[in-house]
C-alpha cells in the first residue's frame, strides 16, 4: 500500500460516502476508497462533532479541495488536552465541512487517521 495524503483525493470521483460519529469513507468511481477515522489506543476520545453540508452534493463530481486545519483548544474541565480537526471537502455541487473533536490526558494521540487503499492495493487484498 503506497502512503497518501488527504490532497491525493483531490481529481477524484466520489460515488459514495459514508459516516459514522467514528468514521468517514469515501468511495471512488477509480475503485479507490479512503477512510478517516481515529486508532484507538486508551484514554482519549475522538469523534465527528459536527457536519455541515450535505455529502450528496459531492457525489458525482470530482473534488476539487481537500483540506485539513488542527488547532488546539483550552484544556477541559478535566485538565484534558483538546484538539480540533477540520475538514473542508469541496466539489462544484457544493461543499461539507467536518468538525472532530478529540481530547485526552496528553499521553496519546488526538488525530484523525486518515488511509487511502488505491485500486491495486484493493484488488491484491481480494485475492
Same mark, same amino acid.
Given at each position: 500500500?503506497?502512503?497518501?495524503s488527504? %490532497?491525493?483525493?483531490i481529481?477524484?470521483?466520489?460515488?459514495?460516502?459514508? #459516516?459514522?460519529n467514528e468514521?468517514?469513507?469515501?468511495?471512488?468511481?477509480? =475503485?479507490?476508497?479512503?477512510?478517516?477515522? @481515529? %486508532?484507538q489506543?486508551?484514554? #482519549?476520545? +475522538?469523534?465527528?462533532?459536527?457536519?455541515? =453540508?450535505? /455529502?450528496?452534493?459531492? *457525489?458525482?463530481?470530482?473534488?476539487?479541495?481537500a483540506? #485539513?486545519? +488542527?488547532?488546539?483548544? #483550552?484544556?477541559?474541565?478535566?485538565g484534558?488536552?483538546?484538539t /480540533?480537526t477540520?475538514?473542508?471537502?469541496? =466539489? *462544484?455541487? =457544493?461543499?461539507?465541512?467536518?468538525? /472532530? @473533536?478529540?481530547?485526552?490526558?496528553?499521553c496519546?494521540?488526538?488525530?484523525?487517521?486518515?488511509?487511502?487503499?488505491d +485500486? %491495486? /492495493?484493493?484488488?491484491?487484498?481480494?485475492?
Amino acid at each position: 500500500m503506497s502512503s497518501y495524503s488527504i %490532497e491525493d483525493m483531490i481529481g477524484k470521483t466520489p460515488v459514495k460516502i459514508s #459516516e459514522t460519529n467514528e468514521t468517514i469513507d469515501f468511495y471512488f468511481s477509480d =475503485g479507490s476508497h479512503a477512510t478517516f477515522y @481515529h %486508532e484507538q489506543e486508551c484514554c #482519549e476520545c +475522538v469523534l465527528i462533532e459536527d457536519v455541515n =453540508g450535505d /455529502w450528496s452534493d459531492l *457525489i458525482g463530481n470530482p473534488l476539487l479541495v481537500a483540506d #485539513e486545519r +488542527v488547532g488546539k483548544g #483550552e484544556p477541559n474541565d478535566w485538565g484534558d488536552n483538546v484538539t /480540533w480537526t477540520f475538514y473542508t471537502f469541496r =466539489g *462544484i455541487g =457544493g461543499s461539507v465541512d467536518v468538525r /472532530w @473533536h478529540s481530547s485526552s490526558n496528553g499521553c496519546y494521540s488526538e488525530s484523525v487517521d486518515f488511509i487511502m487503499r488505491d +485500486v %491495486e /492495493w484493493l484488488s491484491q487484498a481480494n485475492n
